[in-house]
T-cell receptor, first 113, second 112 residues
């Protein structure tokens, strides 16, 4: 069965620190990849997505992610985090063989001011 | 436009009771989804719909039913509530199955 792993359930950083959240998936075929974010008290919303082309994808609010096919990974990065980045981050994968989005368990990110 | 709206925001049910979680979208999306999220877990798909009159089971459909009589509405029915259905329920919609999904605010359900 397909699965998505997010390595850290909780991450605590200070403002201006660099961020990398890991995401690995288990599917050998063609995939679409997503990062969603849920800010406190708000809806889940799309941060960025990869469908094809340049494996380095830029999203909103200075986030980027790199698709490394050989490692089945789609890690999320931000060079300098802000207090407003405190949120829960979800990685999701859609295999071209079916319609379903498979979700990681999420990473709660807390930024200390 | 309002996007995806869900009601109620919170609900406490007794074991064996029934209820309907409402979901409405005003973006004219064909695809709609119901997910549940348990603590420390990712979202699990309960049911989905590719258009009015068409629904299908997701990964965890047992104990739930859905209908899709209009493009806008996709209610989720719990017939005999069980403690295992305590969760946060999210409704989402999209233009097609691999497009960005737009989420509602969620319904926090407790069954005791």
């Amino acid at each position: 069965a397909q699965s998505v792993s997010q390595h850290n359930h909780h991450v605590i950083l200070s403002e201006a620190a660099s961020l990398e959240l890991g995401c690995n998936y288990s599917y050998g075929g063609t995939v679409n990849l997503f990062w969603y974010v849920q800010y406190p008290g708000q809806h889940l919303q799309l941060l960025l997505k990869y469908f094809s082309g340049d494996p380095l994808v830029k999203g909103i609010k200075g986030f980027e992610a790199e698709f490394i096919k050989s490692k089945f990974s789609f890690n999320l990065r931000k060079p300098s985090v802000q207090w407003s980045d405190t949120a829960e981050y979800f990685c999701a994968v859609n295999a071209h063989s079916n319609y379903q989005l498979i979700w990681g368990a999420g990473t709660k990110l807390i930024i200390k001011p | 436009n309002a996007g995806v709206t869900q009601t109620p925001k919170f609900r406490i049910l007794k074991i064996g009771q029934s209820m309907t979680l409402q979901c409405t979208q005003d973006m004219n999306h064909n695809y709609m989804y119901w997910y549940r999220q348990d603590p420390g877990m990712g979202l699990k798909l309960i049911y989905y719909s590719v258009g009015a009159g068409i629904t299908d089971k997701g990964e965890v459909p047992n104990g739930y039913n859905v209908s899709r009589s209009t493009t806008e509405d996709f209610p989720l029915r719990l017939e005999l509530a069980a403690p295992s259905q305590t969760s946060v329920y999210f409704c989402a919609s999209s233009t097609w199955d691999r497009a960005e999904q737009y989420f509602g605010p969620g319904t926090r359900l407790t069954v005791t």
